[in-house]
């Protein structure tokens, strides 16, 4: 069982560039084994029951196969939403964001969904029980 199916690739492609639609970046593009693939099997190496999950543990699972997903697709990406200008005399051509930058970005957005699953947060005590009151007097 594959922990994104087709109506994940939505987010993936939101993930990389909120225009991107099906036509500029295809679904069969995303299920690539070089994209959707690497991320499921990092997903699966983090967190090896990831298929078998259910409620918010599942839900963070997901997310964190759409951000590694994205994070694989954003060199190829970046071409696709590179802007350019043509004129007769000039031509100009500028990436829409920086492939690097972006896909640590999603990896780090990863991370932080492993963490949560791997270590949920711990409540807070209201008060350090090495913060008390100490018998004794001042300056004797």
């Known amino acids: 069982m594959a922990i994104l199916t087709s109506l994940d690739y939505p987010a993936v492609r939101a993930a990389l560039d909120v225009n991107l639609n099906a036509q500029s970046l295809p679904d069969a593009t995303i299920t690539q084994d070089i994209f959707l693939g690497a991320a499921e099997s990092d997903v699966l190496r983090r967190v090896p029951e990831a298929e078998s999950l259910t409620g918010d543990d599942l839900a963070r699972v997901k997310r964190a196969a759409v951000w590694l997903t994205a994070a694989y697709l954003a060199h190829s990406v970046v071409r696709i939403t590179s802007m350019s200008v043509q004129t007769r005399d000039l031509s100009y051509s500028r990436q829409t964001f920086d492939p690097d930058e972006k896909a ?37």
């Not at 990896?107 to 711990?122: D, K, S």
């Open 104 to 140: 640590a970005e999603l990896r780090a957005r990863a991370e932080r969904e492993f963490g949560l699953l791997l270590a949920p947060p711990a409540e807070m005590p209201r008060r350090p029980t090495m913060f008390t009151l100490a018998a004794g007097q001042r300056g004797r």
